[in-house]
């Protein structure tokens, strides 16, 4: 059992607030592109193919990092790779503030889009390797809350920018009135490299993960580190020793690993919970949500504001769900916020049926989906990516997290370009209502199939998955 007494939290805070830095590049990324559309539209003259594909080819390159990730992590390292996910970003952010043209700019995006496929699977699986068992939930959730701060970082970053190009803020430098003035959507995307070089420098200061080292019999490296962990030789010993024991136990390839039965039946619950996470309306909510009050009348013109104020009670939720996902634990957690989820959509559907018809106001429809993002962000969204860097043993971690990864990647990819079409052809009411039964086969397979894993090391799931198979 591993003893509070001596363990080195601050240094394991650090490791991981390191390695979550991928997901505030990844929150930064993905949302950056609402304050640009417009103007790069205009600026090359785009029809709405283009248009389309200017917003959706980050995530085409999304799909190939997660297919990539798996076996680059368990291949190089999972440092390594974080190193080529940094790089990416860097090269994505400067390529886009300097392109000439849009089919550079769709490349550059591209680039970007494989980083965060990459970082999506690479981060949190580090996390969890690192992370001491009692701590490791809130540990991998600080990934999820620096994707929320991502997103209301390029929020404000687009505002600021916008604002400095509305009061022409001038500068003998051609080069800084281009990028921050005449065409700011180059600053706003070019903003990204700042953070993704901190990224890149501030990896070479955190250590390979200990359970790769293993994997790759460098147990003195592997001991090393788990002494600067836990300050226990002792303790550190039996943590290397407990991931070789378990090595043992999995004599076969990594291949027949993936379809041994209990870790086959974990792959495929993975796919299973990854989709249907998409399919509840959370990145309907998140990207669309603007159009869906502008259209709904709420907004009169502020839609950056309630965009804003969506990403608030997104990120100050999963600090929420960051305190107490060890102690309440993951099942519970997704029962209270799926089932608030449920509520919360079943409202929504239920204001654009009849609401407007019998005078509610529509501020109460503003209300229904702060609660929604409130239930998602506590739950679903907290509880994943720790389920999927958790679920798989050490030896294919990588793999199998790129296979869950890339289900959801597909996912949201698909309710991306869905959720208009239904929004014009199922009505919104209809869409909601959608998003609502989609939640119910989402909280029985969580009830039903998947352990319990707070508390847990790595190694001991592992185990579970093997004696439930």
Not at 27 to 32: F, K, M, R
Not at 97 to 103: K, R
Not at 146 to 172: C, D, E, P, R, W
Not at 414 to 440: D, R, S
Request: glycine share 10%; net charge positive.
């Amino acid at each position: 059992m591993e003893q509070g007494t001596k363990q080195n939290i601050g240094y394991v805070v650090f490791l991981s607030i390191v390695a979550a830095l991928g997901g505030f590049l990844f929150g930064y990324d993905t949302a950056v592109i609402s304050g640009t559309i417009d103007q790069v539209t205009s600026q090359f003259h785009l029809d709405l193919l283009q248009q389309g594909w200017y917003v959706g080819c980050a995530l085409i390159g999304s799909i190939f990092g997660v297919a990539v990730a798996g076996v680059s992590s368990d291949r190089f390292g999972r440092k390594k790779s974080m190193i080529m996910s940094a790089v990416l970003f860097s090269v994505s952010g400067i390529g886009c503030a300097i392109s000439s043209s849009y089919e550079q700019l769709v490349i550059y995006r591209i680039i970007g889009g494989i980083g965060i496929g990459m970082v999506s699977i690479i981060s949190p699986l580090y996390i969890s390797e690192v992370a001491i068992t009692k701590y490791r939930g809130r540990l991998v959730s600080l990934y999820q809350l620096a994707i929320t701060v991502g997103f209301l970082g390029a929020y404000l970053v687009n505002y600021k920018l916008l604002q400095i190009s509305l009061n022409g803020v001038h500068s003998s430098n051609l080069i800084w009135s281009k990028v921050f003035v005449s065409e700011n959507w180059r600053g706003m995307l070019g903003m990204e490299s700042v953070p993704a070089f901190l990224f890149f420098v501030i990896i070479f200061f955190i250590p390979e993960s200990p359970r790769w080292l293993v994997v790759r019999n460098q147990d003195f490296r592997a001991l090393s580190i788990m002494n600067k962990i836990y300050r226990d030789n002792v303790e550190a010993s039996h943590q290397v020793a407990e991931v070789k024991q378990q090595m043992e136990m999995d004599s076969q390839s990594n291949w027949q690993l993936l379809f041994k039965p209990g870790f086959l039946k974990a792959i495929i619950i993975g796919v299973f919970i990854a989709i249907l996470g998409q399919f509840m309306g959370v990145n309907a909510v998140l990207y669309y949500g603007p159009t869906i009050f502008t259209n709904s009348g709420l907004s009169s013109g502020d839609s950056l504001f309630y965009q804003v104020l969506v990403g608030m009670v997104n990120m100050l939720t999963t600090i929420l769900a960051l305190v107490i996902i060890d102690k309440v634990g993951r099942k519970k957690l997704v029962y209270y916020g799926v089932s608030g989820m449920i509520i919360s959509l079943l409202l929504i559907g239920l204001y654009f049926l009849k609401g407007a018809s019998i005078g509610i106001p529509s501020i109460f429809l503003l209300i229904f989906f702060l609660f929604y993002i409130f239930c998602c962000a506590v739950s679903i969204c907290a509880v994943i990516w720790v389920l999927l860097s958790e679920m798989y043993p050490t030896s294919i971690r990588g793999v199998a997290m790129s296979i869950a990864g890339f289900s959801l990647w597909i996912g949201t990819y698909l309710i991306g370009q869905l959720t208009p079409w239904m929004l014009k052809n199922l009505t919104p009411a209809g869409t909601f209502l959608l998003f609502a039964i989609m939640c119910v086969p989402y909280i029985l397979i969580i009830w039903k199939l998947v352990p319990e894993t707070a508390g847990k090391s790595l190694e001991e799931i592992e185990r579970m998955w093997i004696k439930n198979k």
